[in-house]
């Protein structure tokens, strides 16, 4: 069975840089070409913030602009999130996803919360 | 790209069939069949219940089904039981930009 779990820190600072890492067992992240961030803002919906391709470009919510940066290390069978300039309203439960073909999300993490706040 | 319209909550008594919808518009719902369904229990990853509007993984119950019309799905739960309260997602593909978009979210009481 695939597991993904989502690691980093529960609190950063306004103006800060958010980064999480999601860790895959019980598959490789080879076997997919898409993996995908998600999250979820207390009391709203989920939110796509973007996906990695690994034969390719990736792909984001262009609402995050420039501040969304996704990345992978194959050798370790991770991928990672960053999003930089942050402010309260980036407060969510973070969700590393597993993409099936064609879109849809088939295996995700528990989820993180991350809370932006001084 | 505005998120899909979902009921905010469902309730239903064990053993009955409850439907929840899921509206967007043309260019997410109305213009792909790649619609899918999510459960979110208390302190659990979510859980995908239904993809490509109506296929089911294997490992989920031939209780929940999914349909589509227009720009309009649905996901409906039969023969409702006490370990389906939860929350409940729909996504779909849309456009260039914002590739996916998510459902409002629907609690699922069971009375």
């Known amino acids: 069975q695939v597991q993904l779990q989502e690691s980093g820190p529960g609190l950063v600072e306004p103006s800060g840089t958010l980064s999480l890492t999601c860790a895959v067992s019980?598959?490789?992240?080879?076997?997919?070409?898409?993996w995908t961030w998600v999250r979820q803002p207390p009391g709203k919906e989920l939110e796509w913030i973007g996906e990695?391709?690994?034969?390719?470009?990736?792909a984001y919510n262009p609402s995050f602009g420039s501040r969304v940066t996704i990345s992978v290390d194959r050798s370790t069978n991770h991928f990672s999130l960053k999003l930089t300039a942050v402010t309260a309203a980036d407060t969510a439960v973070y969700y590393c996803?597993?993409?099936?073909?064609?879109?849809?999300?088939?295996?995700w993490g528990q989820g993180t919360l991350v809370t932006v706040s001084s | 790209q505005s998120a899909l319209t979902q009921p905010a909550s469902v309730s239903g008594s064990p053993g009955q069939s409850i439907t929840i919808s899921c509206t967007g518009t043309?260019?997410?719902?109305?213009?792909?069949?790649?619609v899918s369904w999510y459960q979110h229990l208390p302190g659990k990853a979510p859980k995908l219940l239904i993809y490509?509007?109506?296929k089911r993984p294997s490992w989920i119950s031939s209780r929940f089904s999914g349909s589509k019309s227009g720009n309009t799905a649905s996901l409906t739960i039969s023969g409702l039981q006490a370990e389906d309260e939860g929350d409940y997602s729909c996504?779909?593909?849309?456009?260039?930009?914002?590739?996916?978009?998510f459902g409002t979210g629907t609690k699922v009481t069971v009375l």
């Open positions: 996803v597993r993409n099936g073909v064609p879109s849809y999300f088939d295996w």
């Open positions: 019980g598959d490789s992240i080879s076997s997919r070409d898409w």
């Open positions: 990695i391709y690994l034969r390719g470009s990736n």
């Open positions: 043309s260019s997410d719902i109305g213009s792909w069949n790649v």
């Open positions: 490509e509007v109506n």
């Open positions: 996504c779909s593909r849309a456009g260039s930009g914002v590739l996916y978009v």
